[in-house]
């Protein structure tokens, strides 16, 4: 019984820790010497993706948190330059499940029989920059990288909610 529970506790680790890694990561960064306070306007120049019906996912999900955050689009001419790349990438993820520990080192056994499997699943990468439009200068990078469903509606709720992280802290707290 006590090798039964020890067994499942380390299948449960091993589950919450797989699923903990496959968590949603955004990350940004920004040029320090920017005054962010400068900018008004923002115009779209490209979204790159695989599939066209993310382009207006994209730049909605990117909008709305742009907006929220107190800039204007414009058609064109913006005082910051926006572009969006989306891109996919297979992973695979390895699990071995033991049916048993024999009778132990000490007594001659092993772990017993394992059964190893590969699990593979897509993450997909959106990254967002802002360039100052006048000088053409890079001044901001947010990434936000998420693993893939098979189902439409999960996976634009993800983009959203990545967008949304990755503006909070959008424009930088730049204190000098």
Same mark, same amino acid.
């Given at each position: 019984?006590?090798?039964?529970?020890?067994?499942?506790?380390?299948?449960? #680790?091993?589950?919450?820790?797989? &699923? +903990?890694?496959? +968590?949603?990561?955004?990350?940004?960064?920004?040029?320090?010497?920017?005054?962010? @306070?400068?900018?008004?306007?923002?115009?779209?120049?490209?979204?790159?993706?695989?599939?066209?019906?993310?382009?207006?996912? #994209?730049?909605? $999900?990117?909008?709305?948190?742009? &907006?929220?955050?107190?800039?204007?689009?414009?058609?064109?001419?913006?005082?910051? +330059?926006?572009?969006?790349?989306?891109? &996919?990438? @297979?992973?695979?993820?390895?699990?071995?499940?033991?049916?048993?520990?024999?009778?132990?080192?000490?007594?001659?056994?092993?772990?017993? @029989? $394992? &059964?190893?499997?590969?699990?593979?699943?897509?993450?997909? *990468?959106?990254?967002?920059?802002?360039?100052? +439009?006048? *000088?053409?200068? =890079? #001044?901001?990078?947010?990434?936000?990288?998420?693993?893939?469903?098979?189902?439409?509606?999960?996976? #634009?709720?993800?983009?959203?909610?990545?967008?949304?992280?990755? =503006?909070?802290?959008?424009?930088?707290?730049? *204190?000098?």
């Amino acid at each position: 019984m006590n090798v039964q529970r020890t067994i499942f506790a380390s299948v449960g #680790i091993v589950l919450l820790s797989t &699923t +903990a890694g496959l +968590a949603q990561q955004v990350k940004t960064d920004y040029d320090r010497g920017t005054d962010f @306070n400068q900018y008004k306007t923002y115009s779209w120049e490209k979204v790159q993706t695989q599939d066209p019906l993310w382009v207006g996912r #994209i730049k909605e $999900a990117v909008n709305a948190s742009l &907006t929220a955050k107190g800039l204007m689009p414009v058609e064109s001419g913006g005082d910051i +330059a926006v572009v969006a790349m989306e891109m &996919t990438k @297979n992973n695979r993820t390895l699990n071995t499940y033991y049916d048993g520990f024999g009778g132990g080192w000490r007594w001659g056994g092993g772990f017993g @029989n $394992a &059964t190893t499997t590969v699990d593979t699943y897509k993450v997909g *990468t959106l990254v967002v920059d802002l360039f100052d +439009a006048k *000088t053409k200068t =890079f #001044i901001w990078r947010g990434s936000s990288s998420d693993t893939l469903s098979d189902k439409s509606d999960k996976n #634009i709720k993800n983009l959203d909610k990545g967008v949304q992280k990755m =503006f909070d802290h959008f424009p930088p707290d730049v *204190t000098k």
